[in-house]
Each structure stands twice: as C-alpha cells, then as structure tokens.
C-alpha cells in the first residue's frame, strides 16, 4: 500500500494536542458542565412558579375541605318560638331587607294567602334576600313551627308541624 492510501483511512486526530482537545471537550468539559448546573439547580430556595410559601397560604391549601356532624335524630323538636328566635328575629324583628315584620298583619297579609306550603319552601330555599334556611342547625320541621308562630300571631290558623311519624298517628 501506498502512502497516500494509509493516510486516506486514518482518523481525524493526527497529533498528540488534537487527541487532548478532542478528550477535554469530549469527556470533561460535560463533567464540568453538569456539576455547574447541579449547583445551580441545588443552591438556595427556588420557589415554584407561582407558589406562595407563606404560613397563611401553606394553611389555607392544607385546610379540611368539609366536615360531619353527627346529631341526635332523636331530639325533641324544637318550639316555634324558640327557633324564631335563634334563626328568624334578627330580621324579622326589625324589617331588615325587606322581611315582613314579626306582628305585622300589613306585611304578612298577601304572604299568608299563599298558604303555609309555599311561605315554608320560602323558609327553606330562601327568597329574596333571606337565605335558606333549610339544612342548617333546624330541621324543616323546626323551621315550619317558626314559620307558623310568625304567621299565626297575625292570624293565620296554621296548625303546629309535628314529626312525620307523630302525625301519622
């Protein structure tokens, strides 16, 4: 073989500094390159993006979602006056928002036309600017007995809701 043929497949290095620059950039430099981005990845406290890591934002995104309460089914039912009183005067003592004034026959008159059924479903979805009332501390049965102690003081005749099994009796 000749010369030029032994030369045509040899590779690309041919010196000895070529061999060192193609090993340092080929090997090293990398290793250097990753320990840099290794550091930089790992030092300090990086937030994530958007992340608010104060105490009040940690509790907030950690708070229970919902809770149970357990309660007695068996409890006597509570008398109208005494869940008016917890649930109702606040705004029907006073008039506030528009609610009929407990003992005003002027603004309870068209109300109990309508008849018990819808004055309760009005009680317990809400109307207007009263919110539901149903599903809270009250049963819609003690709801119904506040119901008819306010309509019954301006002179409706509705009687007093009673248990579903006590009424069957």
Not at 16 to 23: I, M, Y
Not at 42 to 61: C, F, H, Q, V, Y
Not at 118 to 140: I, S, W
């Amino acid at each position: 073989m000749s010369d030029n043929a032994h030369e045509h497949h040899t590779g690309p290095v041919k010196t000895p500094g070529q061999l060192a620059l193609l090993s340092f950039f080929s090997f090293v430099a990398p290793v250097f390159i990753i320990i840099g981005l290794v550091f930089y990845v790992t030092s300090g406290a990086k937030p994530s993006a958007g992340a608010d890591n104060t105490e009040l934002a940690i509790a907030k995104r950690i708070q229970r979602v919902g809770t149970v309460e357990v309660r007695d089914a068996n409890r006597p039912l509570r008398e109208g006056t005494e869940v008016y009183n917890a649930q109702c005067a606040a705004c029907h003592t006073t008039g506030a928002a528009g609610a009929p004034k407990f003992g005003d026959l002027g603004a309870w008159s068209a109300r109990l036309g309508q008849g018990y059924e819808l004055l309760l479903t009005h009680a317990l979805q809400g109307k207007g600017a009263m919110g539901a009332q149903g599903g809270g501390e009250y049963n819609d049965t003690e709801i119904g007995r506040a119901v008819v102690y306010m309509a019954n003081e301006v002179g409706a005749n509705f009687p007093v809701p009673q248990k579903p099994e006590e009424a069957a009796k």
